[in-house]
């Protein structure tokens, strides 16, 4: 089966620009998962989709970020306007009780 | 609050040699889950193993295993006969059961691995 996508896989930009990413998780994965992963730390969940709803946004910063997965398929996440501490590797997963599959996230450097 | 602890920010091992990455977990649901990913430099986060809290034997997968103790809460993750491509940073996590009826996993902070020739 083919993995999760992510792209792009690399994003240079100035603070108080937006930029925007994509995944397309495993077909038929109802859940899909953003993490940001700031250097050296563990993932941090960002937003939880069950199918095109929302399960757990707790941990996304709502005033700059924002996230959506219209079709129950694909999913955009957006940083407007980003700040330097945004500066991490952003990951995709989808799957659910035996775990997930990661995307090869997308390494965005505010500068 | 679940919570996960890994207590090894870094670990040194010599190829071809076994290495025991630790793992603490503090839940208290009955029904859990451990995860154990690699993380290579390129930044994939790449799943490894799994152990159910009911499963009574311990988890393998090829040079991996995850030596699970209950009672102490611990999921140490054992690599036999160490490979330089082995170093690479790991996360232990555990799946947490939401009132939704779906599944987040929390990481812990991870440990890097070097694997020495």
């Known amino acids: 089966e083919a993995g999760v996508a992510q792209s792009p896989r690399y994003k240079i930009i100035e603070k108080r620009q937006s930029v925007a990413f994509w995944c397309n998780p495993i077909?038929?994965?109802?859940?899909l998962y953003w993490y940001q992963q700031i250097l050296g730390q563990g993932p941090k969940l960002l937003i939880q989709f069950q199918n095109n709803g929302v399960v757990d946004d707790s941990q996304l910063p709502k005033d700059r970020f924002s996230a959506e997965r219209l079709k129950g398929v694909d999913s955009t996440l957006k940083i407007q306007p980003a700040k330097l501490e945004d500066s991490a590797v952003y990951l995709c997963?989808?799957?659910?009780?035996?775990?997930?599959?990661f995307g090869s996230g997308t390494r965005l450097t505010v500068v | 609050a679940q919570k996960i602890t890994q207590t090894q920010p870094g670990m040194f091992v010599q190829e071809k040699e076994a290495v025991t990455l630790d793992c603490t977990y503090d839940?208290?649901?009955?029904?859990?889950?451990l995860f154990w990913y690699k993380q290579p430099s390129s930044g994939e986060m790449i799943f490894l193993i799994y152990q159910g809290s009911y499963d009574e034997q311990n988890a393998t997968e090829g040079r991996y295993s995850l030596n699970f103790q209950k009672a102490r809460k611990s999921a140490n993750l054992v690599i036999s006969a160490s490979q330089l491509g082995d170093s690479a940073m790991y996360f232990c996590a555990m799946r947490e059961a939401l009132s939704s009826g779906t599944y987040k996993y929390i990481f812990g902070t991870g440990t890097r691995l070097k694997v020495l020739a």
């Open positions: 077909s038929g994965h109802a859940t």
């Open positions: 997963a989808s799957g659910g009780y035996y775990g997930y599959t």
């Open positions: 839940t208290s649901d009955q029904s859990y889950g």
